[in-house]
């Protein structure tokens, strides 16, 4: 991310889901109404003759409005031997445009009472922010000058290519456990290299980037026909979207796309792997499963899979690794540990990790791990059982989207918008789970939770091990 306006860096952007559009009109996850209904986003969706998509989501129940522009390119649009230049040219683009060049953006930012964020993930870059309603027009035009003449010259990108480097070396080789199952786990569990390579960018890849390069990636990806634009909050949809067209639809739509192969071929036998951490003081255990494909039953099925196994404290993992046999502290993981359940387009994993005590043999916690697995492999939940985990999962969801700022809300419609030029899908939010049964969690389970479609990833304490001081006796002599 970049450095400056952060303030938002701990609202994680939050769960895209499976929607019949609706005409404007003011209601919102806020509305008790909406909520006993089911999710009920009205929203107007429209495309920009040089095919900027745009999803306005009208709602008067707050005082500002949200704005985001998602691109349709991240970590595995990278070509190769340039990986981490989605995340390079994220900070790059923060470096203002042609009429607000750096400093004067983020002070035209920030002096209208806005804040301004944007992040890298598997399949977009995203830029957002939120002002107060009566300054909306003022960031749009903002944006769209960004979207057209971005500041990108020498000096700037070497400045950044630094400071993505600096990340590289704070966030993941100088922390303990920085990216063993983000970035490692899937270089091992996936074949295809752009599921399979380091999102983070190896340092040889970043050094060798020019200037010149960053400049094609702009001009290939950040384009209208790219991009979904999405305002949520306080304004009238008729005058904005006349308005977006005003300061959007003369911005050149840029060239067709590449095609880019991202399937994973269907995994026949387990895998297994093993790194080493250097600054790691305790063993760690990381298993990752390939999941069905997004949008069908299966898929479904498996994120309530996740809520059973891996949510609350009373997941079955943690009941049986943590509070039965003491393994560690905590089990983590999920689906898409690099967003969320639901903004992502392609192969992805569903992962549980452990980092357990020294005297835990890793075969020990794997054992353990996968007979909590096979259980639900061999014998159905109960309807009581999947009941609650639905409940607990809509419940945190709806919690989550209704956030002030509305980011839950524009990052479904983005989403949706960008993977499936359908971002009226926010509305059927439940539809997805309400075909999950006791029978498809176990024949899901069967099907992607065997072994043959795992792969193991032991991580191991290195040489940079603190080493225990040496005890002097006590009174009693004892050591």
Known sequence: MNSVFRVLAGLALVWSVAAASAEPQQSSASDPAALSDGLQIPL??????????????????????????????????????????????EHLFFAGSENLPEPVFYYYISGMGGIANGSTRLDFTNYFGVVPANALNAYLWAEADRMATPTINRQIFQRERDVVRNEIFVNVQNQAYGDWTWI???????????????????????????????????????????????????????????????????IPAGPDLPEIDVSEPPQTAEKRSQITDPLATLPGLAVAYHMPERGTPEYFAMILIDQILLRGGDARLRRRLVDELGYGSEVGGGINLLGSAFNYDGPMLWTASLIHDDA??????????????????????????????????????????????????VDLLA???????????????????????????????????????????????GDGRPVAPAQAPDAGGKP
Not at 195 to 218: E, I, K
Not at 220 to 240: C, E, H, I, K, M
Not at 420 to 440: K, M
Request: net charge negative; proline share 4%.
């Open 415 to 461: 989403s949706f918008a960008l993977f499936d030029d359908d971002p009226s899908r926010i509305n059927r939010i439940e539809d997805g789970f309400d075909q999950v049964t006791p029978e498809l969690v176990l024949a899901t389970a069967q099907t992607w939770l065997r072994r043959e479609n795992r792969t193991v990833l032991e991580l191991i304490p």
């Open 360 to 409: 835990v043999a890793p075969d020990d916690a794997l054992d353990a791990l996968s007979a909590v697995i096979e259980r639900l492999r061999s014998e159905p939940v109960s309807a009581a059982t999947l009941a609650s985990a639905r409940s607990k999962f809509l419940a945190e969801f709806y919690l989550q989207l209704d956030y002030s700022t509305r980011f839950g809300v």
């Open 184 to 250: 490692d786990l899937p270089m091992v569990a996936n074949e295809n290299w752009h599921n399979a390579h380091n999102f983070y960018g190896d340092l040889s890849d970043l050094d060798a980037a020019t200037v010149d390069d960053a400049r094609a990636f702009f001009e290939q990806y950040y384009t209208p026909r790219n991009a979904v634009l999405v305002v949520a909050g306080s304004f009238d949809t008729a005058d904005t979207l006349t308005t977006i067209n005003q300061y959007f639809g003369d």
């Open 44 to 89: 107007r969706y429209e495309t920009l003759d040089n095919g900027l998509r745009v999803v306005l989501a009208e709602d008067h129940t707050v005082p500002t409005a949200t704005v985001a522009v998602y691109y349709g390119v991240g970590y595995r649009n990278e070509p190769r031997g340039r990986t981490g230049f989605a995340h390079l040219f």
